[in-house]
């Protein structure tokens, strides 16, 4: 049997081979998010738009640790909340409230990732926010976005703002809350939370050790600022040389999250 048919095999007799591929993918990134110790016992959420005209997107079942995911176990819902697939599992409504405001008006959106981890939703409580004190700040802070905080994101009117506030970016703090991050595809968004991740770690440490830091030269950071906002070139690198090597590392340590 040839990889191609041996793929085929496993795909579900109810939905397309580009669905199932996008399963798996988010599957993959709910455990590589519990790896990197980002998840939030049950709470947080990722979600991914399911190939297609109609504006269907996957997200975690509201009860499972994020590594318990799996390809199968993600809901697949439209942007009323209606569920389209059969899960004893809810979704978690302020996660519905965040993912479906994304989905709705940025046809980009393959993937919207969103964490509460202590040192993303530090800096996102700050009143200077993410500062480009660093390389690795600087990937993120040309193409970032802030959402001021109007308590646990239950009420639907609440979306608008949302979606004002982060506009075209690809990169959003929420403020007193947490972080997120948008892709075309899964191993984008993944990347761009990865970056965010460690500038808002390495800013947390960089004032452990002063009120102040080295300067950077705004041309420089103009510089490092403008390399990135290659949105081509950015979902290149992702998919190609980021994503491959991070599934073989899941695959080597617990391939069941493309069940």
């Known amino acids: 049997m040839s990889p191609a048919e041996a793929r ?20 993959a990134a709910y455990r590589l ?7 939030d016992l049950v709470d947080t959420h990722i979600s991914a738009r399911v190939p297609g ?20 176990s993600l809901v697949k819902v439209d942007l009323d909340g209606n569920l389209l697939t059969k899960s004893e599992y809810n979704i978690n409504p302020a996660g519905f409230t965040i993912h479906s405001a994304i989905h ?5 959106a393959g993937c919207v990732l969103h964490l509460h981890t202590p040192d993303g939703t530090a800096v996102a409580s700050c ?15 040309g193409d970032l976005a802030y959402h001021d905080y109007e308590g646990i994101a239950l009420d639907h009117d609440e979306r608008p703002r949302i979606q004002k506030d982060l506009g075209s970016k690809n ?3 929420l403020r007193n809350h947490g972080t997120l991050t948008v892709g075309r595809s899964v191993a984008s968004a993944f990347e761009r939370m990865y970056h965010l991740e460690r500038a808002c770690t390495m800013q947390v440490r960089t004032r452990m050790l002063g009120p102040t ?3 950077v030269e705004k041309l420089v950071i103009e510089k490092n600022e403008q390399l990135v906002s290659d949105l081509d070139r950015a979902e290149r690198r992702a998919t190609r040389l980021v994503w491959p090597p991070l599934l073989r590392k899941l695959d080597r340590l617990d391939p069941s999250y493309k069940t």
């Open 104 to 108: 709705e008006v940025r046809e980009d």
């Open 33 to 39: 998010v519990a790896l990197y110790g980002w998840d």
């Open 127 to 141: 009143m200077e926010g993410l500062l480009p004190l660093n390389q690795t700040a600087q990937l993120v802070t």
């Open 53 to 72: 005209p109609e504006h269907h997107f996957l997200i975690n079942p509201y009860g499972l640790m994020f590594d318990e995911i799996t390809a199968s």
């Open 213 to 215: 830091a080295y300067p």
């Open 8 to 27: 085929l095999r496993d795909i579900p007799s109810d939905m397309t081979e580009a669905e199932w591929t996008q399963r798996v993918n988010l599957a």
């Open 171 to 173: 990169h959003l703090l």
